[in-house]
């Protein structure tokens, strides 16, 4: 369908622009549930994701189960440790009373994988470049992550986990690489400054002239 | 600042799953300059996007240098060629029909590079899976494309490239990570399919589920 073309005015950009600014990686939830029709429009808003090759090969997986989110919450204690144990000195006490995951609290669990060689797409455009297949199942998470955050509900982006156990724990088709695993509910508070800023661990440089080379 | 936090409508979230179904890899230009303004608003809006443990490591290269660009394109028509050899043979004719870049004519060119390990960010959240900087330059590349096409401008990623070639043709500092090259320009049609679905190449496939497994 063309001819259609839908025009987006500057009051619909300055709404992106605050969707934008308040999409926060959320750690801190409500026990309210998000019901089975929000999670199946996230998804299909999820589908609709740039991919190489029109191949989608993002694979979703809703963790459920009790005993495989335990493992995962094990998973991430022993990485989360490493990394305190790795820290230097002056941050480790900073680093300690950071709360990185949302795993006890969040009432939906999503493990998101890409499918390294898919079928779909025929190989267009990743030839040179394979990474584009896990870039696009990137951008179904992102995707994602704006859906929800117009519908008032969280995510948190856990990466701090050992890909290999988490394949394992979740049984998935061998081969599938892990991509990351996200938190999902209706945050306890919302900001439109990251916690790791209001906590003090980093802030954020806005110096587009910082990051822009010219060539 | 919180308590003030934004109300998304349903209203909002019907432009929203509008630009997801109308952003497009576009390939096919006008001639029609992108002014220095609007390109950085959206270089501003890019670095609103997600970044493991804050480093927002994407690092954008406007590339403006007749030469640059000529080197850009003897780069993607060599990567194409060799695609198109390693084509099966039902597919090659199809292949070679396909427009699968808009270097030629789009006025912007931006070429995306993460730098593999920033100190922004403190190593935070990257142990385990260094590969999230690279997939937070990717959510960088997602929210500009998003925010172009709010305004009505189209962006076309070129990933059928030799990366090393790229990083030397830009002569960028030395370890940043290739990530992919973005043509951008107002698009001489718009469409709420995708060019390769339209060509016959493939098609979406929007069953969910398909993609969620249950865990």
């Given at each position: 369908m063309?001819?259609?073309?839908?025009?987006?005015?500057?009051?619909?950009r300055a709404q992106l622009e605050t969707l934008f600014r308040w999409r926060r990686d959320v750690r801190r939830f409500k026990p309210d549930p998000i019901t089975p029709d929000?999670?199946?429009?996230?998804?299909?808003?999820?589908?609709?994701?740039?991919?190489?090759?029109?191949?989608?090969?993002?694979r979703f997986v809703s963790v459920d189960d009790p005993e495989r989110r335990a493992a995962l919450r094990r998973n991430f204690e022993t990485a989360n440790a490493e990394a305190l144990a790795a820290c230097g000195?002056?941050?480790?006490?900073?680093?300690?009373?950071?709360?990185?995951?949302?795993?006890?609290?969040?009432?939906?669990h999503l493990a998101?994988?890409?499918e390294p060689q898919p079928e779909q797409g025929h190989g267009l455009g990743r030839r040179t470049m394979p990474e584009t297949v896990a870039?696009?199942?990137v951008m179904a998470a992102h995707t994602l992550w704006l859906a929800a955050r117009a519908h008032g509900i969280g995510v948190g982006w856990v990466s701090i986990l050992d890909p290999a156990a988490v394949a394992a724990a979740l049984d998935v088709p061998s081969g599938w690489s892990f991509i990351?695993?996200?938190?999902?509910?209706?945050?306890q508070a919302e900001d439109d400054t990251p916690d790791l800023e209001r906590r003090?661990?980093?802030?954020?440089?806005q110096d587009i002239k910082v990051a822009l080379l010219q060539r």
């Open positions: 063309s001819g259609g073309a839908p025009k987006f005015d500057a009051a619909f929000v999670l199946d429009d996230l998804l299909r808003l999820a589908a609709l994701a740039p991919s190489v090759g029109l191949s989608q090969p993002w000195e002056e941050r480790k006490a900073l680093y300690a009373k950071l709360k990185l995951a949302g795993l006890d609290e969040a009432p939906r998101l994988f890409a870039y696009s199942a990351g695993y996200f938190c999902l509910g209706y945050p003090g661990w980093e802030r954020r440089r």
